[in-house]
Protein backbone atom coordinates (compact mmCIF):
# COMPACT_ATOMS: atom_id res chain seq x y z
CA UNK A 1 0.00 0.00 0.00
CA UNK A 2 1.36 3.56 -0.83
CA UNK A 3 0.58 6.12 1.49
CA UNK A 4 1.34 10.34 1.36
CA UNK A 5 3.67 12.49 3.67
CA UNK A 6 0.30 12.82 5.82
CA UNK A 7 -0.92 10.28 6.35
CA UNK A 8 2.45 8.28 7.73
CA UNK A 9 2.97 11.09 9.97
CA UNK A 10 -0.71 10.71 11.74
CA UNK A 11 0.09 6.81 11.61
CA UNK A 12 3.35 7.35 13.61
CA UNK A 13 1.76 9.85 15.56
CA UNK A 14 4.75 12.89 14.55
CA UNK A 15 5.33 16.15 12.80
CA UNK A 16 5.04 16.13 9.01
CA UNK A 17 8.22 17.62 9.07
CA UNK A 18 9.73 14.68 10.45
CA UNK A 19 8.82 12.69 7.58
CA UNK A 20 10.09 15.25 5.43
CA UNK A 21 13.18 14.93 6.91
CA UNK A 22 13.40 11.75 6.49
CA UNK A 23 12.40 11.22 2.86
CA UNK A 24 15.28 13.78 1.88
CA UNK A 25 17.56 12.24 4.28
CA UNK A 26 16.78 8.50 2.44
CA UNK A 27 15.70 9.33 -1.01
CA UNK A 28 12.59 8.43 -0.84
CA UNK A 29 10.84 8.21 -4.07
CA UNK A 30 8.10 11.00 -5.85
CA UNK A 31 4.81 10.12 -7.60
CA UNK A 32 4.01 12.64 -10.51
CA UNK A 33 3.27 15.81 -9.07
CA UNK A 34 6.07 15.38 -7.18
CA UNK A 35 5.23 14.63 -3.64
CA UNK A 36 6.25 11.57 -1.47
CA UNK A 37 4.93 8.23 -1.68
CA UNK A 38 5.43 5.84 0.95
CA UNK A 39 5.49 2.14 1.60
CA UNK A 40 4.49 -0.33 3.82
CA UNK A 41 8.71 -0.98 4.37
CA UNK A 42 9.68 2.77 4.44
CA UNK A 43 7.31 3.33 7.84
CA UNK A 44 9.03 1.07 9.74
CA UNK A 45 12.15 2.19 8.89
CA UNK A 46 11.03 5.92 9.52
CA UNK A 47 9.47 4.42 13.13
CA UNK A 48 13.01 2.83 13.40
CA UNK A 49 14.68 6.02 12.58
CA UNK A 50 12.56 8.18 14.75
CA UNK A 51 13.13 5.70 18.11
CA UNK A 52 16.77 5.88 17.46
CA UNK A 53 16.65 10.13 17.16
CA UNK A 54 15.18 10.39 20.38
CA UNK A 55 17.73 7.81 21.72
CA UNK A 56 20.33 9.84 20.46
CA UNK A 57 18.72 13.23 21.76
CA UNK A 58 17.67 12.18 25.34
CA UNK A 59 19.49 13.60 28.20
CA UNK A 60 22.78 12.09 28.26
CA UNK A 61 23.91 9.81 31.40
CA UNK A 62 25.67 11.60 34.12
CA UNK A 63 28.75 9.80 35.42
CA UNK A 64 27.86 8.79 39.57
CA UNK A 65 30.95 10.33 40.54
CA UNK A 66 29.58 14.20 39.04
CA UNK A 67 26.40 13.06 40.80
CA UNK A 68 28.31 12.45 44.17
CA UNK A 69 30.36 15.24 43.81
CA UNK A 70 27.08 17.88 43.73
CA UNK A 71 25.50 16.26 45.93
CA UNK A 72 28.34 16.71 48.19
CA UNK A 73 28.71 20.32 47.34
CA UNK A 74 24.61 20.84 48.21
CA UNK A 75 25.36 19.46 51.60
CA UNK A 76 27.87 21.37 52.55
CA UNK A 77 26.10 24.92 51.37
CA UNK A 78 23.06 23.78 52.87
CA UNK A 79 24.92 22.85 56.06
CA UNK A 80 26.58 26.36 56.05
CA UNK A 81 23.56 28.14 55.08
CA UNK A 82 21.69 26.78 58.32
CA UNK A 83 24.97 27.96 59.97
CA UNK A 84 24.54 31.58 59.03
CA UNK A 85 21.19 31.21 60.11
CA UNK A 86 21.83 30.15 63.63
CA UNK A 87 24.07 32.82 63.74
CA UNK A 88 22.31 35.34 62.83
CA UNK A 89 19.42 34.53 64.71
CA UNK A 90 21.85 34.21 67.86
CA UNK A 91 22.79 37.94 66.79
CA UNK A 92 19.10 38.81 67.24
CA UNK A 93 18.94 37.40 70.21
CA UNK A 94 21.51 39.01 71.94
CA UNK A 95 20.31 42.58 70.37
CA UNK A 96 17.07 41.44 72.05
CA UNK A 97 18.99 40.90 75.21
CA UNK A 98 20.90 43.93 74.85
CA UNK A 99 17.88 46.32 74.27
CA UNK A 100 16.18 44.41 77.35
CA UNK A 101 18.91 45.21 79.65
CA UNK A 102 19.12 48.47 78.87
CA UNK A 103 15.50 49.11 79.13
CA UNK A 104 15.84 47.97 83.09
CA UNK A 105 18.28 49.70 83.78
CA UNK A 106 16.39 52.91 82.78
CA UNK A 107 13.20 51.61 84.42
CA UNK A 108 15.15 51.42 87.77
CA UNK A 109 16.64 54.70 87.42
CA UNK A 110 13.14 56.21 87.02
CA UNK A 111 11.93 54.36 89.81
CA UNK A 112 14.55 55.68 91.72
CA UNK A 113 13.97 59.23 90.96
CA UNK A 114 10.13 58.60 91.18
CA UNK A 115 11.23 57.42 95.34
CA UNK A 116 13.69 59.99 95.70
CA UNK A 117 11.04 62.68 94.09
CA UNK A 118 8.35 61.06 96.68
CA UNK A 119 10.57 62.04 99.90
CA UNK A 120 11.36 65.41 98.74
CA UNK A 121 7.45 66.03 98.62
CA UNK A 122 6.60 64.25 102.06
CA UNK A 123 9.71 66.52 103.42
CA UNK A 124 8.20 69.38 101.73
CA UNK A 125 4.85 68.54 103.10
CA UNK A 126 6.11 67.85 106.48
CA UNK A 127 7.80 71.32 106.32
CA UNK A 128 4.23 72.97 105.32
CA UNK A 129 2.47 71.61 108.29
CA UNK A 130 5.12 72.71 110.47
CA UNK A 131 4.78 75.64 109.32
CA UNK A 132 1.49 76.16 108.60
CA UNK A 133 1.29 74.78 113.09
CA UNK A 134 3.56 77.72 113.61
CA UNK A 135 1.91 80.17 111.78
CA UNK A 136 -1.77 79.47 114.18
CA UNK A 137 -0.28 78.87 116.59
CA UNK A 138 0.99 82.66 116.42
CA UNK A 139 -2.20 83.69 115.70
CA UNK A 140 -3.59 81.67 118.53
CA UNK A 141 -0.87 83.43 121.22
CA UNK A 142 -2.17 87.61 120.35
CA UNK A 143 -1.70 89.36 122.82
CA UNK A 144 -5.23 90.11 124.81
CA UNK A 145 -6.57 93.84 124.50
CA UNK A 146 -5.52 95.27 127.79
CA UNK A 147 -7.68 98.00 128.99
CA UNK A 148 -7.07 101.16 128.94
CA UNK A 149 -6.39 101.18 132.68
CA UNK A 150 -3.73 98.04 132.64
CA UNK A 151 -2.14 101.01 129.72
CA UNK A 152 -2.31 103.60 132.08
CA UNK A 153 -0.74 101.89 134.65
CA UNK A 154 1.87 99.68 132.34
CA UNK A 155 0.84 96.63 133.59
Known sequence: MVYKTNDVAEKL??????VHKYAKENSIQKNELGHYIFSDEDIIAIKNYISTTRKKTSTPSIPPELIQ???HQLHSL?????????????????GV???LLHHRKEIEELRSLVAEMGA???????????????????EMKKPKRRGIF???LGL
Not at 13 to 18: A, E, F, L, R, Y
Not at 120 to 138: C, K
Open 78 to 94: TKRTDENERKLSHKADE
Open 69 to 71: SLQ
Open 13 to 18: CVKSKI
Open 120 to 138: RLESLESQLTEQQESVRLQ
Open 150 to 152: MNI
Open 97 to 99: NYQ
